[in-house]
């Protein structure tokens, strides 16, 4: 899945109401991850400098590309082999130890996309491909893209594609706060039931799916002005004080390894050394076998 980011507040006016928080999923979901990390990708300016992007996320662009753009092909041109030349012109270079490992990974993306593309209808086209929905609640206007939307007997399911090495749970579906997110803000654009959020790992094919309730629903919702809320005092005293403001405190954790702005926090460092660009596709550089 991805998601859009926008510029949060809104100037407000005496006696107007309180304009709505604009933000993404992602962006309220950074903040849970480190208030500091949030800082830098949302509130400095100029933005501090990222580290080069990682070999998984090339793959995993590559993979998300080839399964968008394969909807654009004329129905009787959508097989599984046209999946993987896709996968082949999309293919992006960055972050690979060496060409020969870059090679080596695109064939593994090709493979994957053209078995996962064996469980599909070419006939079934979704309702949405890299769609962007909005939803707005009491205080909150969210914004965001669902990889795939589906239309099934009248009732809509949002698709999200995993490519990471480890397949999701049952568990990872029923808590996605994007997920749940997205299925409300469907509903509401396209007057129909969302209820079902799927999580589609392409490299095993693997399906999880979750049901949410309207009350399920409901919570997540709140759950996201809830963020927000925070969000908006955070940003304000930002605004306020900069840097210095006491809301963006490093919060440590083995993420650090990888995060891309540790080298402006001091306090990431000190968890230990950066993982390699292409760790997350082959942990301490030894291949991984299919
Ligand atoms: S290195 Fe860790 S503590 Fe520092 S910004 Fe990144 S995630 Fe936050």
Not at 102 to 109: D, N
Not at 201 to 213: A, I
Not at 263 to 285: F, I, N, R, T, V
Request: charged share 25%; hydrophobic share 35%.
């Amino acid at each position: 899945m991805s998601q859009t980011s926008g510029a949060p507040v809104q100037q407000a006016f005496g006696g107007m109401p309180t304009p709505l928080y604009s933000a993404s999923p992602s962006r309220l979901l950074t903040w849970l991850d480190c208030p500091r990390r949030y800082r830098m990708t949302y509130l400095d300016r100029p933005r501090p400098v990222a580290r080069p992007q990682r070999a998984h996320t090339s793959f995993g662009v590559a993979v998300h590309n080839a399964l968008r753009d394969y909807w654009d092909l004329a129905p009787v041109d959508r097989t599984p082999a046209a999946g993987a030349r896709l996968v082949r012109s999309s293919w992006i270079d960055l972050g690979f130890r060496n060409p020969e490992q870059s090679a080596r990974w695109r064939e593994k993306a090709q493979a994957q996309v053209a078995a996962y593309l064996e469980g599909v209808d070419p006939q079934a086209a979704p309702l949405g491909i890299e769609r962007t929905v909005a939803l707005k609640t009491g205080s909150l206007a969210l914004n965001g893209r669902i990889d795939r939307l589906d239309e099934r007997d009248g009732r809509l399911a949002v698709v999200d594609y995993k490519t990471s090495r480890v397949a999701p749970t049952a568990d990872d579906a029923r808590t996605s706060l994007p997920l749940a997110l997205y299925a409300v803000a469907s509903s509401r654009m396209f007057r129909r039931p969302c209820t079902t959020v799927e999580l589609h790992h392409v490299p095993t094919g693997e399906v999880v799916t979750h049901e949410h309730t309207p009350e399920s629903l409901q919570r997540k919702v709140a759950e996201a002005e809830s963020i927000a809320s925070d969000l908006r005092r955070a940003d304000a005293d930002y605004k306020e004080v900069g840097v210095v403001s006491r809301h963006f405190a490093p919060r440590t954790s083995p993420l650090c390894t990888w995060c891309d702005f540790r080298a402006h926090c001091p306090e990431g460092q000190a968890m230990g050394p950066e993982k390699s660009s292409w760790a997350a596709l082959e942990p301490d550089g030894v291949p991984v076998q299919d």
